[in-house]
C-alpha cells in the first residue's frame, strides 16, 4: 500500500468555523509532513513531524495546529482562518532520515476555501 | 523563500519532441528531487539525484546535477500528451534533515 490519503478533498468554512484536515499512511513512514500551495505557486513547507514529534515549523501563525497522534495519522486544525488561507493543503510521508531528506509520497490534497 | 528558481517558466512542446527544464538553487544539499504535478493534484515523486551523482536516468527522463554551478536540468525524451503537468524540482538542504523545499516549478504543454 503505497498511498496517502487525505480527508476531505474539499472544504468550505467561515473565518469563526474550527475545522480539521486529516491524512493517513500505512507505509511505515516516520516523517510526515504539511505543505500549503497557492495556485500556480510551488507548495510551501509548513510543518514536519519525525517519530510522531515535530521537528519543524516554518513559522506558521498559531491558527494552523497540527497533531500527530499516531505514527499513520497527522492532523491539521483549523481555526479563526482568513480569506488569504485559502489554498490546498498537501500532506506527505517519507522514511525518515537523520541525514538527508528521501522521496517524499504526497496525498491529493485537500482544497480549502475560506469565506 | 523557494531554495530552487526553475526555468522556463512555461513550456510548449509538440508530442514526440524533447522537453528540458532547468532547477537553480542557492546553498548546499543533500540530494535534488523531481516531482510533478497535474493541475490541483498532488505531487509525484520522479527521481533523486544525490549530490555525490552528475546524472541519473529513469525510462524517458534523465537529470544532471552540477553542484559547482548549483544547478539541475530534468530532460523528458520523446515526450507525449499525458507528459502535460508542472514540473518541480526540490532541494533537500545540508545541515536540516526532512526540510525538503520545492522550486518555482515549470508548466509543461506536450500538445499533439
Known amino acids: 500500500d503505497t498511498e496517502v490519503t487525505q480527508t476531505p478533498k474539499h472544504l468550505v468554512m467561515g473565518m469563526t468555523n474550527k475545522k480539521s484536515l486529516k491524512c493517513e499512511q500505512h507505509?511505515?513512514?516516520?516523517?510526515m509532513y504539511w505543505y500549503k500551495q497557492k495556485a500556480k505557486k510551488p507548495p510551501e513547507l509548513m510543518f514536519v513531524y519525525s517519530y510522531e514529534k515535530l521537528s519543524i515549523n516554518e513559522s506558521v501563525p498559531s491558527r494552523f495546529s497540527p497533531e500527530c497522534p499516531n505514527s499513520s495519522l497527522l492532523n491539521l486544525h483549523l481555526h479563526a482562518l482568513q480569506p488569504e488561507d485559502s489554498a490546498l493543503y498537501l500532506c506527505a510521508s517519507s522514511q525518515a532520515g537523520l541525514a538527508a531528506t528521501g522521496e517524499l509520497f504526497f496525498g491529493e490534497g485537500s482544497r480549502l476555501t475560506v469565506l | 523563500s523557494q531554495q530552487g528558481e526553475e526555468d522556463p517558466q512555461a513550456l510548449s512542446i509538440q508530442e514526440g519532441e524533447n522537453a528540458t527544464m532547468n532547477c537553480s538553487y542557492k546553498?548546499?544539499?543533500?540530494?535534488l528531487q523531481w516531482y510533478r504535478q497535474n493541475s490541483g493534484r498532488g505531487l509525484v515523486h520522479l527521481i533523486l539525484?544525490?549530490?555525490?551523482?552528475r546524472e541519473k536516468h529513469s525510462g524517458r527522463l534523465r537529470v544532471t546535477l552540477d553542484t559547482s554551478k548549483k544547478s539541475s536540468s530534468l530532460l523528458i525524451t520523446a515526450s507525449r500528451a499525458a507528459d502535460t503537468a508542472s514540473y518541480f524540482c526540490?532541494?533537500?538542504?545540508?545541515?536540516?534533515?526532512?526540510?525538503?523545499?520545492f522550486g518555482t516549478g515549470t508548466r509543461l504543454q506536450v500538445t499533439l
Open positions: 507505509m511505515g513512514h516516520r516523517a
Open positions: 526540490a532541494t533537500d538542504p545540508t545541515g536540516t534533515a526532512s526540510k525538503l523545499t
Open positions: 546553498t548546499s544539499i543533500n540530494n
Open positions: 539525484i544525490r549530490s555525490n551523482e
